[in-house]
C-alpha cells in the first residue's frame, strides 16, 4: 500500500489501550519441503546484501530465489526484537500491496468464465457504490486493474489516516472506508492517464464479492491458497486475533531519526479489503508466482500474454502497470529488455517483493518486517536494497 499521508505521532499513546489482535512471535523451524541449491550460483552475493542491509538496521529479511540453478532462500535478523527471536524463512510476513496482484489473479478468473467482463462499466456490478463516485458511471474494470480509473486514493485521505491513528487496530469495513471517499474529486477522467490508487482494489474486491456472493477470503482460500499449496498464507482483517504465532512483528521508525524503531504490528491501515491484507511466506509466495507465472495454472497462458501485452510505464518512469494487476518494476535498476514481472509491497511495518523476470526464468519472493510507505531514512535503505537485489536478479 502507497500512503503519503498517515499521521501517526500519537500512536505509540494508543497501544497499550487496544485489545492485543498480534500475540508475540515464536520461534519456528526450517520447513525443508522446498530442494535447496546450497551452491546457488548467487547465494553469495544474496546473502552479501542481505547481511549489509540487516546491518543497516532492518529488523529481518527473509528471501527467497528460483531459476534454472534451483532454489536457495535465506533470512536474517529478528522477527520479534522484545523477545530475541530470530527471523526464519517458516515466518509470516504481511504483504501490503502484492495482495493486489492476487485480487487481479481472481478477478481474471471470473473474466475467463464469463462471469466478469473487463469492459463493463462498474456501475453494472455495484451501482450503489460507483453512484458514490466521481466519473464512476464512466469507469470499466479494465481501469481499476491497471490503475487509469481515477479514482481517489484512500490511502491518502487524512481523515482515514486520522481514524486510523484513533482506533489503533479497528477492522475496517469497505463501505467504512468508501465513506472517506465518497464525494473526492478524482485525479482524472477515466482512462486518461495511470495514477496508483489503493482505492482500485478495493472496488475490485467489492465486485468480487457482489457477483460470487462469496468473501474475498473465501474466494482466495479456494481459488488461490488451496489451489497451489498455500499452508502459511493468510488473508487477515483484524476481526480476530491473528491465527498464527509465527507471524514476524511489523516495524517502523516514527520520528525517523534513526534513534530507534517501534513495533505497529497492532496498526490496521485497512487489512482485509482487496489492497492490503495477505500474509505469507516466501516459500508460499513462490508457490502462487511459479503457478501464475510458468505454469500458468491460475490465468491461461494466453491471457498472460494479453495481460503483459498492455504493460504501460507510469509517468514516473520506475514501474508499468497491466489489466492484471501484474506490474513491471524496478524499471530504473533494469535494462530495457529485462522485466520483472510482479508486485511490491509497503505497509505500515511490513514489505515485501514477488517477481518473475522471464529473460531468466527467475522468480524472487521477498519479506521484509519494516515498513517502506511511509518516509523515513531506513525505509530509504530498504529501498536501496531491493535495487541491488534486482540488479542481481537480472543478472
Excluded at 530442494?35 to 529481518?60: C, F, M, R, T, W
Excluded at 527471536?85 to 473474466?111: A, D, E, R, Y
Excluded at 522485466?339 to 524472487?364: M, R
Amino acid at each position: 500500500m502507497r500512503n503519503k499521508g498517515l499521521i501517526i505521532l500519537t500512536i505509540l499513546l494508543c497501544v497499550g489501550c487496544r485489545e492485543a489482535r498480534i500475540s508475540d512471535t515464536t520461534f519456528c523451524t526450517f520447513n525443508p519441503e522446498l530442494p535447496i541449491n546450497l551452491e546457488h550460483p548467487k547465494s553469495a552475493a544474496l546473502q552479501e546484501i542481505v547481511d549489509a542491509y540487516l546491518a543497516k538496521g532492518i529488523p529481518g529479511i527473509s528471501v527467497l530465489i528460483s531459476d534454472d540453478n534451483g532454489i536457495w532462500r535465506t533470512a536474517g535478523g529478528f522477527a520479534d526484537i522484545e523477545n530475541d527471536i530470530p527471523m526464519k524463512t517458516c515466518h509470516i510476513n504481511k504483504l501490503g500491496s502484492v495482495t493486489k496482484m492476487m485480487i487481479g489473479t481472481l478477478l481474471w478468473q471470473f473474466v475467463e468464465d464469463g462471469t466478469i467482463f473487463l469492459d463493463d462499466k462498474i456501475e453494472a456490478y455495484i451501482p450503489e457504490v460507483s453512484s458514490r463516485l466521481a466519473n464512476g458511471s464512466d469507469i470499466e474494470i479494465w481501469m481499476l486493474l491497471n490503475h487509469t480509473s481515477g479514482v481517489y486514493d484512500i490511502a491518502g485521505d487524512l481523515g482515514y489516516n486520522l481514524a486510523v491513528v484513533n482506533d489503533f487496530s479497528r477492522s475496517w469495513t469497505a463501505e467504512e472506508i468508501l465513506a472517506f471517499v465518497e464525494g473526492k474529486p478524482a485525479t482524472h477522467l477515466p482512462g486518461e492517464r495511470i495514477q496508483y490508487s489503493n482505492t482500485n482494489t478495493m472496488l475490485s474486491s467489492m465486485i468480487l464479492e457482489a457477483v460470487t456472493g462469496a468473501t474475498t477470503k473465501n474466494l482466495l482460500q479456494i481459488n488461490i491458497f488451496d489451489k497451489v499449496g498455500m499452508p502459511g498464507t493468510y488473508y487477515y482483517d483484524y476481526k480476530t486475533p491473528f491465527p498464527e504465532d509465527r507471524l514476524a512483528q511489523g516495524y517502523l521508525d516514527f520520528y525517523n531519526n534513526g534513534e530507534s524503531i517501534q513495533n505497529i504490528s497492532e496498526l490496521n491501515p485497512g487489512s482485509g479489503n482487496g489492497y492490503t491484507g495477505v500474509y505469507s511466506t516466501t516459500k508460499d509466495l513462490y508457490a502462487f508466482m511459479k503457478a501464475l507465472m510458468v505454469d500458468k495454472s491460475l490465468i491461461q497462458p494466453s491471457n498472460i500474454e494479453v495481460i503483459l501485452s498492455t504493460a504501460t510505464i507510469a509517468e514516473s518512469g520506475n514501474w508499468g502497470t497491466t489489466i492484471g494487476g501484474i506490474h513491471d518494476e524496478y524499471r530504473q535498476y533494469l535494462p530495457e529488455d529485462i522485466h520483472a514481472y510482479g508486485h511490491a509491497g509497503g505497509d505500515i511495518g511490513y514489505s515485501a517483493n514477488l517477481s518473475y523476470l522471464p529473460h531468466n526464468n527467475t522468480i524472487f519472493a521477498g519479506c521484509y518486517n519494516y515498513g517502506t510507505n511511509l518516509g523515513t531514512a531506513l525505509g530509504d535503505e530498504l529501498n536501496a536494497m531491493r535495487g541491488e537485489i534486482y540488479q542481481l536478479l537480472a543478472e
